[in-house]
């Protein structure tokens, strides 16, 4: 069965400093990746996408993924308190419908 | 921008109703989602298309069924409500190829 796995937190973190979420995947045939930010009580925000081995900036967002250990993270420079909220990992795994495969979420708490 | 619209944001319904939660995009995305998010459980799918009138069965297809007779709409149906189907509702869609999903809004159902 195809996982994603995700440390549920909650991850806490300084005003300013650099958050690290990390998250793991079962299947080496993973083609992309995915990070979704969902505040409490609303629906996920997509973020990020990455599909290449390498680093992926996008503003105070850069997105890792490293295939031949099976990992993607998100890291956010310059933390603020907005930041705060659960964010998701997702792997697509190809074939009909697009289907992602998501992570339980990692919440992170940036403290003033 | 992809718009996703979920029919109501809070809903009540009594134990043994019929539910509609709809599902409307603008985008002309061919795959729809439903999932369910409940507290530590994460995102479950519950049905998903990837054509008009096609439907497959996700993780948690038990209570529910859902109908896709033209492309912008998916419609959930709960055939007989129960306490345990209490959650939010989240809609998504995405298009073929490398590409996340799109989230509606949300319904947070309560079954009474």
């Known amino acids: 069965q195809k996982e994603v796995e995700q440390n549920s937190g909650p991850l806490s973190v300084p005003e300013g400093a650099i958050a690290s979420l990390n998250c793991t995947y079962s299947d080496r045939v993973s083609q992309s990746f995915f990070w979704y930010r969902q505040y409490s009580g609303k629906s996920p925000e997509l973020i990020m996408s990455i599909y290449s081995n390498g680093d992926k900036e996008d503003g105070r967002f850069t997105a890792q993924l490293n295939k031949a250990s099976q990992y993607v993270s998100l890291l956010i420079r310059d933390s603020q308190p907005s930041d705060s909220a659960t964010y998701l990992c997702?792997?697509?795994?190809?074939?009909?419908?697009?289907?992602?495969?998501f992570g339980g979420g990692t919440r992170l708490m940036v403290k003033p | 921008d992809v718009k996703v619209t979920q029919s109501s944001r809070y809903l009540v319904k009594r134990t043994g109703e019929k539910v509609f939660l709809e599902c409307v995009q603008d985008m002309d995305h061919e795959n729809m989602f439903w999932y369910r998010q409940d507290p530590g459980l994460g995102l479950r799918l519950i049905y998903f298309s990837y054509d008009v009138k096609m439907k497959e069965k996700g993780d948690i297809p038990e209570g529910y069924s859902v109908s896709r007779e033209k492309k912008e709409r998916f419609s959930l149906i709960l055939e007989s409500a129960s306490t345990n189907q209490t959650s939010m509702y989240l809609c998504?869609?995405?298009?073929?190829?490398?590409?996340?999903?799109?989230f509606g809004s949300g319904t947070r159902l309560t079954v009474v």
């Open positions: 998504a869609t995405g298009r073929e190829g490398a590409y996340g999903y799109t």
């Open positions: 997702a792997a697509r795994w190809g074939g009909a419908g697009n289907m992602l495969t």
